[in-house]
């Protein structure tokens, strides 16, 4: 009678002074982030613990009573504990025996979120104090959705989200009873009844996935003639998660965390702690097609045998749809190897593929060449001086730069080309007429119609004659695919953007989605497309003519051949090709004279040119 007392006396003592912890064990409250693809299949996931939270309204009533059935039928009813059970435990550690069996779904949660995983009669004693306070103090709702969303399910994948993602390559509220049962059966062990690892496993998983169908029928879940409905052991179909993010699947992470840490203005740390389900805007096939058409591409170059021409060779590309929607990007090689994007990268100056810009401002602005006298205005077919070596004008006289020396116009190559309009100069690429157009429309005004059709000002350099001929303004790849959408859109531009949106724990999070904006004209913007199919169909590049009917587009190249450029648009999106040298140690852009075993005259704008054709084959 004593002993009862002083137990009893102890025991009540105990669950007193007992506090249920306020820090949980980590990997019970982390989660991993999963990035999908725009058709909606996991891209990758990024974090050290593959789980996520799911609301338990999310996961549905017959699945929980699957887990009910299989490992606590009176949940909704005990205290938090089994007595028999926390008996036979008992009787286990004082024979020397393991303290195993007996343990509630409340008991279970305890162990995962608060304690360790010893088999001793005193964690086995914490353990029950703690789930008979917990049952006491919190709803038996939270405890179960808690419960699923810590518990161990085998193949790396805390929660039942993320097993169910794992197994069967769907969301848990898309789980029928069945597969609810065989992911029920895998608490009990997931060694032991995961049918992919072994022969053996397969059959004890089928044998407890019909125990547990079985056992939902004596406890009232389902019914018999439901039950009849369940012969077939629902196999698992999906293997393990995607993983980290490599290769290529890096590059577009970087750039969908960025954004929807951005537009959902989440801090860092938040965003780290997990939970995220971040919709990209990447297609899946034009990703495969872009990397394909750039190894390709890159299979000339041989940076052992030829050092001096192919060292450090790069190509960055990227594809964006009419409204916006970052489609493909093509990052660097491996993005575990090299972080930097070169797809996004604002280092390499565009060249002339910057001429449709100041095009677009001149048919909108008009020019002035008299200081004081109105704007005259401009159009396709107002005439030009396309010879080469044409000194360059302001009203005031010949343009001198800072070595007093007369700034003049060079066509590629010494061409002179005569009187040409400026339809044809934008074509063709001649330069000498875009270099003055700049001076007349106001180099300001170029610079602000680039902007507005979505070019970063920080990539834009000073406003100098060469401006006009890009020679030193450095967009990325991305940017110039957008811009030049919005010549395709009518004049509207939309920023780029790579996710549709965001969730956390099955809960939408607010994003600032990018709005179309009305950059240019529609009458201007479609002057320039027209000059941009010119360039396509008889023009700088005509190499493309046949790939793709209607395309406008446009080469780009520098004076000094430190960068070749394609850009072009087709009905369904803009893409933008840049080849270049440049090593990372110090972002310098080398020559691309001889690349690939090229003649020495070779524009590298012919292997954009070759590349983007390729890409558009295999999307078409």
């Known amino acids: 009678m004593y002993a009862f007392i002083a137990m009893t006396g102890f025991v009540t003592y105990a669950y007193a002074t007992t506090e249920i912890p306020d820090d949980i064990n980590s990997f019970a409250t982390q989660q991993d982030n999963v990035y999908y ?138 789980l029928n009873v069945s597969e609810g049962a065989f992911l029920a059966s895998l608490l009990k062990g997931a060694g032991l009844f995961d049918p992919a690892l072994s022969p053996e496993n397969h059959e004890r998983a089928v044998e407890r996935w019909s125990w547990i169908l079985d056992r939902m029928v004596e406890t009232g879940r389902l019914t018999r003639a439901e039950r009849a409905t369940y012969t077939e052991f629902p196999e698992p179909t999906g293997g393990s998660l995607p993983g980290a993010p490599g290769a290529q699947t890096g590059y577009l992470v970087e750039l969908a965390k960025a954004y929807a840490i951005k537009t959902g203005h989440i801090p860092d740390a938040e965003f780290d702690l997990g939970g995220y389900q971040i919709y990209t805007t990447f297609d899946k096939a034009r990703m495969t097609a872009l990397t394909g058409a750039v190894q390709e591409a890159q299979k000339d170059f041989d940076a052992e045998r030829r050092p001096d021409t192919d060292k450090h060779a790069r190509i960055g590309a990227a594809s964006v749809a009419q409204d916006g929607r970052l489609l493909a990007v093509y990052g660097g090689p491996d993005y575990l190897k090299q972080g930097f994007n070169e797809s996004n990268a604002t280092t390499i100056p565009v060249g002339t593929a910057l001429t449709p810009f100041v095009y677009a401002a001149a048919l909108e602005e008009g020019v002035v060449r008299t200081r004081g006298k109105d704007r005259t205005p401009v159009s ?179 004076a000094a051949n430190t960068a070749g450029w394609f850009v072009a648009s087709t009905e369904n999106e803009s893409t933008a090709v840049v080849v270049y040298r440049m090593s990372l ?32 084959k295999a999307v078409k």
């Open 380 to 558: 396709p077919s107002t005439m030009a001086d396309g010879n080469d070596q044409v000194t360059v004008q302001t009203p005031e006289g010949p343009y001198w730069d800072r070595s007093g020396k007369v700034v003049k116009g060079r066509n590629d190559g010494g061409r002179n080309w005569g009187q040409v309009t400026l339809s044809q100069a934008v074509a063709n690429s001649v330069n000498t007429p875009m270099l003055q157009l700049g001076l007349d429309v106001g180099l300001d005004r170029v610079e602000s119609f680039a902007e507005r059709s979505g070019l970063l000002g920080s990539s834009l350099g000073p406003r100098i004659p060469t401006f006009a001929l890009g020679e030193n303004s450095t967009p990325s790849a991305i940017r110039m695919a957008g811009a030049y959408e919005t010549f395709a859109a009518d004049g509207m531009h939309t920023d780029p953007y790579s996710v549709r949106s965001v969730t956390r724990n099955g809960a939408a999070m607010p994003l600032d989605a990018p709005k179309p904006t009305r950059a240019v004209k529609a009458e201007t913007a479609r002057a320039v497309t027209d000059a941009l199919r010119s360039a396509v169909t008889e023009g700088s590049a005509k190499a493309v003519a046949k790939v793709h009917p209607g395309t406008a587009g446009k080469t780009g190249t520098t």
């Open 37 to 174: 693809w725009a058709d909606g299949t996991t891209m990758a996931r990024t974090g050290w613990v593959s789980r996520q939270e799911m609301p338990l309204d999310k996961v549905p009533p017959k699945v929980q009573s699957a887990v009910l059935a299989a490992e606590n039928a009176s949940f909704y009813s005990d205290p938090g504990v089994s007595p028999a059970g926390f008996l036979r435990a008992v009787s286990a550690a004082v024979t020397g025996g393991e303290t195993q069996g007996g343990s509630t779904i409340t008991q279970q949660y305890v162990k995962n979120a608060y304690l360790n995983q010893d088999r001793t009669l005193s964690r086995k004693f914490t353990e029950i104090l703690l789930a008979v306070k917990l049952d006491n103090q919190r709803d038996k709702k939270q405890i179960l959705q808690d419960y699923l969303n810590t518990s161990w399910f085998g193949r790396g994948t805390y929660g039942m989200q993320r097993a169910s993602q794992t197994y069967y390559g769907k969301d848990v509220s898309q």
């Open 585 to 616: 140690t110090n972002l310098v852009p080398q020559p691309l004279t001889g690349l690939g075993g090229d003649t020495p005259n070779t524009p590298g704008s012919d292997r954009a040119l070759r590349l983007w054709a390729n890409y558009v």
